[in-house]
Every structure is written in structure tokens, then in C-alpha cells.
């Protein structure tokens, strides 16, 4: 039988904020060619409401001794972003901010928005965020015929606000 080998870790949500977590992987340097040079990776999370505040404990699968990690805490009409670190047993919140890029989409009209390039495990750059919600917008994958490589397009709908982030070098 396999094991699951990982770490949890519980954070508290004031009434009114919902926080979720994201990984940030290194692309290994065999596939920096073909692939981003960072990938991010949502945390499985449970809730347990008391009273006016929800304890979320967030899981990470197969964790390296160091772990990169960003907080988006989403409460009504603003996002807080935090990077953060897993070391040992222990999350430890940065004073120093990591290189993300994150806007606000917004359009009149359904469309689709931006193409980009998944690894070769299929891990990918960019999260588009729903923020009423906070789930992800699922991309529809595909394989672009000229460069052989698997890209994805998310549909956003019409009238609708959506957080997206990636992460990238500081330079």
C-alpha cells in the first residue's frame, strides 16, 4: 500500500476572509527551456467553522525541507497577498515580498484569456481566482500544433472581476 508522506498546518480566517494557499514550484533545469521557470500549485485545505471564525488546516504533499508559499487572503472587494515559507514544523511569514505579478480582470464580454505553457507534468505559471468564490477558473488544455507543447486558455465571463497571479524571476 502506498503512503502519503506531507505536512499540515492551520491557519485562522476572521468572519468575512477567505484564505488560500499556493505552493511555488521551481521548474527542474532540464525543462527550463520548454517550460516556466516557476509553476504554482494550490494546497488541499479543510475547514472547521467556530463561531465567527473558520480554522483552515492546509495540506503539502511530498514537502523539500524549504518550502515557498503564498497567502491570498480574499475578504469583500480587496485581496491581501503574503509569501511565506514552510521550514521543519513551522510557517513563517516573509518581511521580504517575492517577485508576483497579479491583476484584475474585468471585460464586458465572455473571453478567453491568455495562452500559456504547462510543464511537462503539467503544473502551470499563472492562477486566474475567482475571488466571490476563491476557486480556481479550470483552463482548457490543449496541444498547439506548431510547437508540440501543451497550452491552456481560461473562458472568463462577462462582468465578472477575477484575481490572477504568477510568480517570475526579480529581474
Do not use: H
Not at 43 to 57: C, D, R, Y
Not at 69 to 98: A, C, M
Amino acid at each position: 500500500m502506498e503512503s502519503i508522506q506531507g505536512k499540515y498546518f492551520s491557519i485562522t480566517d476572521p468572519q468575512g476572509v477567505n484564505t488560500v494557499i499556493y505552493r511555488i514550484n521551481k521548474t527542474e533545469k532540464q525543462y527550463l527551456d520548454v517550460a516556466p521557470k516557476y509553476t504554482v500549485e494550490r494546497l488541499i485545505s479543510s475547514e472547521e467553522i467556530n463561531g465567527n471564525v473558520k480554522k483552515k488546516t492546509f495540506f503539502i504533499d511530498e514537502p523539500e525541507y524549504e518550502e515557498q508559499l503564498v497567502f491570498l487572503s480574499f475578504g469583500k472587494e480587496r485581496v491581501v497577498v503574503n509569501t511565506g515559507k514552510l521550514e521543519d514544523d513551522k510557517v513563517k511569514i516573509s518581511k521580504k515580498p517575492l517577485p508576483i505579478k497579479f491583476e484584475t480582470l474585468y471585460s464586458e464580454e465572455e473571453t478567453e484569456y491568455k495562452e500559456f505553457k504547462y510543464t511537462p507534468n503539467l503544473k502551470r505559471p499563472i492562477s486566474i481566482i475567482d475571488p466571490e468564490t476563491t476557486e480556481e477558473v479550470k483552463p482548457i488544455l490543449y496541444i498547439d500544433k506548431e510547437t508540440n507543447e501543451v497550452k491552456g486558455k481560461c473562458k472568463l465571463k462577462p462582468n465578472k472581476s477575477y484575481f490572477a497571479f504568477e510568480i517570475r524571476d526579480k529581474n
